[in-house]
């Protein structure tokens, strides 16, 4: 598991291991780590323009240290000095192993830039002359590495106000911060790199958590000898109307390769045709009716991709909502549940699929406001709908009440196609039939969607489909890593 921690958990941390090491000591570990870094980036540190931007807290000061040891190695080091105070002893540590202070057009000759303007101290927007100092960097060509956080990134929750430094590399202290693996900061950190300074056993419970392959191969469900289809997990796919029939195809395409025993599909007549088309090894049921009785046994159901919105619609979702077994809601279901929250008011688990325009509806928010600050309004949507939720977008995270927010890292911005979300729908529904919690099928859920994405596009278009053909190279990625 990748964790992170917002800023207050970090400087607890810190508080405590420094209490116990001579003051100093953790800005040396931080500033060894990030001139390794950058000598690393450099390939040779010998006689090449290295600029620091310098602001006033002790960011700056690992800066300036790191400052130090490039030019002890031979490099010319120039500070452009941003804040009213300056980190005295760094900067005298700078000027005596013959760094010097600069003015800002040397941003432009630079080889390579560190931003120590701003780290976990920081509060607000940018403020002058440091977000001008932010957009130089950005302008010039040589690459930027932050110091424990890109300057104008928000350290806990990756809100980016105003001005940001954009980051090829950032060396972050200790652990993750939240803001690090959230975007938008997590597409201005660019490849961020943890530097280990001893936090470890003094940092708390995670704010946000990553999961990782090994994570995923060791949550997955895998037949053994006992299994047969209906212990595998049956799941129902309540999805399709006669206006989007491929939702439908979608869904229970991801279902399917997703290691369900059964997926059994039940519709209108349109997609019905089509289901019965591409999948003859689904079950499938047309419904005259909106009633959900003689589908037969499911273990969870999926609700809502292409379903439409129309009374029909609205009357299925109260028949699945009302049966005793997990449902995921998505798409169209997500319509209706907005419309009629009382149709959420069940005892089994649910699992919310929405992106941040679903989600403005069912929390009365702004898509913006919501795309700007996604930890907050997801937390804040399981909080009020009582539900796990899956926030769909370039980051994708998961939230449940009191346990930290999944952050899934596995996607491509290739899956921002028509018809991905069906998928992943299918995919995390078939995590749920087969016993999942709602917050491991969901954050598996995305992980393997994430994943076959990438494999799927392999730095080309990809179309829904492939997606969920891609899903089992996903499974034996991670099972393969691990084993
Ligand atoms: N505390 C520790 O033990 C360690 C801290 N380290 C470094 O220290 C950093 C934290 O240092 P500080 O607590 O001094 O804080 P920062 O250096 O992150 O920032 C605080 C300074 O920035 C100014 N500032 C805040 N918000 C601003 C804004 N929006 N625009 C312009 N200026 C703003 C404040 O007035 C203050 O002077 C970490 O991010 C890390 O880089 C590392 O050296 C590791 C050890
Ligand atoms: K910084």
């Not at 954009?166 to 939240?178: C, E, F, I, Q, S």
């Not at 001893?198 to 990553?210: F, I, K, M, T, Y």
């Not at 292409?306 to 005793?324: F, I, K, N, Q």
């Not at 494999?455 to 997606?467: E, F, R, S, T």
């Amino acid at each position: 598991m990748k964790t992170a921690y917002t800023a207050d958990q970090i400087r607890g941390a810190e508080r405590a291991l420094m209490a116990l090491l001579p003051e100093g000591t953790l800005m040396q570990r931080a500033a060894t780590g990030l001139a390794a870094v950058c000598a690393d980036l450099l390939g040779r540190v010998y006689g090449r323009r290295i600029v620091l931007l310098v602001g006033s807290g002790d960011n700056g000061g690992d800066a300036l240290y790191a400052g130090e040891r490039l030019a002890r190695r031979g490099a010319w080091v120039g500070a452009v000095l941003a804040g009213s105070k300056t980190h005295e002893a760094g900067l005298r540590a700078l000027l005596d192993a013959g760094g010097r202070v600069v003015e800002p057009p040397e941003l432009d000759r630079a080889d390579l830039i560190i931003d120590g303007l701003v780290g976990i101290g920081a509060s607000g927007a940018l403020r002058e002359p440091y977000a001008r100092l932010a957009e130089t960097a950005n302008a010039a060509p040589g690459p930027v590495v932050a110091v424990d956080v890109p300057s104008g990134a928000d350290a806990s929750t990756g809100q980016v106000a105003g001005a940001a430094v954009r980051a090829r590399v950032t060396v972050t202290m200790g652990a993750y911060k939240t803001g690090l693996l959230v975007d938008p900061g997590a597409s201005v950190a660019g490849d961020v790199r943890l530097i280990d300074i001893g936090l470890g056993e003094h940092l708390p419970d995670p704010d946000v958590a990553a999961l990782t392959g090994g994570d995923v191969d060791a949550l997955m469900p895998r037949p053994g000898a006992e299994s047969d289809k209906y212990r595998r997990g049956v799941l129902g796919v309540a999805a399709g109307g006669d206006q989007f029939t491929g939702a439908a195809v979608l869904a229970v395409g991801g279902a399917l390769r997703a290691g369900a025993g059964m997926v059994r599909y039940a519709g209108r007549e349109g997609p019905v045709a089509q289901v019965r088309a591409h999948w003859p090894e689904a079950v499938v049921t047309p419904l005259d009716e909106p009633v959900i009785d003689h589908v037969g046994r499911v273990q969870a159901w999926v609700l809502g991709p292409g379903l439409g919105t129309d009374d029909w619609a609205h009357e299925l979702a109260a028949r699945v909502l009302g049966s005793g077994v997990p449902v995921l809601v998505d798409a169209d279901a997500l319509t209706l549940v907005a419309r009629d929250p009382g149709l959420l008011r069940r005892d089994a688990p649910v699992l919310l699929t929405p992106h941040a325009g679903e989600l403005a509806r069912l929390i009365r928010a702004e898509r913006d406001d919501i795309e700007a600050a996604r930890l907050e309004h997801v937390r804040r949507a399981a909080a009020e709908l009582g539900a796990t939720v899956l926030l769909k977008g370039s980051t994708t995270v998961v939230a449940e009440d009191a346990r930290p927010v999944r952050v899934n890292l596995t996607g491509t911005s290739w899956l921002a196609t028509g018809g991905t979300g069906d998928v992943l729908a299918g995919v995390a529904g078939a995590l749920l039939a087969q016993g999942l919690s709602c917050y491991d099928a969901a954050s598996c859920g995305a992980y393997l969607h994430g994943l076959a994405g990438r494999l799927a596009a392999d730095g080309a278009p990809l179309a829904a489909a492939d997606v969920a053909t891609a899903v089992p190279a996903a499974i034996r990625a991670v099972t393969s890593a691990t084993s």
